[in-house]
């Protein structure tokens, strides 16, 4: 199964506000943008509805931005991905209609697979997941946009 990129950018950007915790500053999406090659646009999308679920908590203004809405132990992965995700759904035996649909059992199993999936998911946080932030800090690119200092 493959996430979307949607998704990806999603749990991507999750991460880069986790492995900065002590940051005193806001972040902003010109940020992300420079540090994963993205679109601003899409950028602008997956921020304004990771704040809508939470996840986020966004400032508007000029001196707006965002941070993490959510301390990362209490970000589940699983559910990240139920919540991002448009369908879960392997396979659409509609398009085109496959004629083998009305017996076929390749939807159960893959159903059962994608349970597997997430089941795997569910048992971690974004917290485990950057376990290892002192590692993926050091993985960042200088920013040649202005950043104010992080707290010492």
Same mark, same amino acid.
């Not at 649909?101 to 076929?104: E, G, K, V, Y």
């Given at each position: 199964m493959q996430l979307t990129r949607y998704t990806d950018f999603g749990i991507r950007t999750l991460m880069y506000l986790a492995i900065q915790p002590n940051r005193e500053t806001l972040f902003r999406i010109s940020e992300i943008t420079q540090v994963? #090659?993205?679109s601003p646009n899409h950028v602008s999308k997956i921020v304004h509805h990771l704040g809508k679920l939470g996840y986020l908590e966004t400032i508007r203004g000029k001196s707006g931005g965002f941070r993490l809405g959510k301390s990362p132990k209490e970000i589940n992965i699983g559910q990240l991905v139920r919540v991002l995700e448009n369908s879960l759904a392997p396979i659409d035996c509609s398009k085109p209609y496959c004629r083998l649909? %009305?017996?076929?059992q390749l939807r159960g199993v893959l159903a059962e697979a994608v349970t597997a999936y997430l089941t795997v998911l569910d048992q971690?946080? +974004?917290? #485990? &997941? *950057?376990?290892?932030?002192?590692? +993926? *800090?050091?993985?960042? %690119?200088? +920013?040649? &946009?202005p950043v104010l200092e992080l707290s010492s």
């Open positions: 994963f #090659d993205l649909t %009305p017996s076929c971690y946080s +974004l917290s #485990d &997941i *950057v376990s290892n932030n002192h590692e +993926l *800090v050091k993985l960042l %690119p200088e +920013l040649s &946009i």
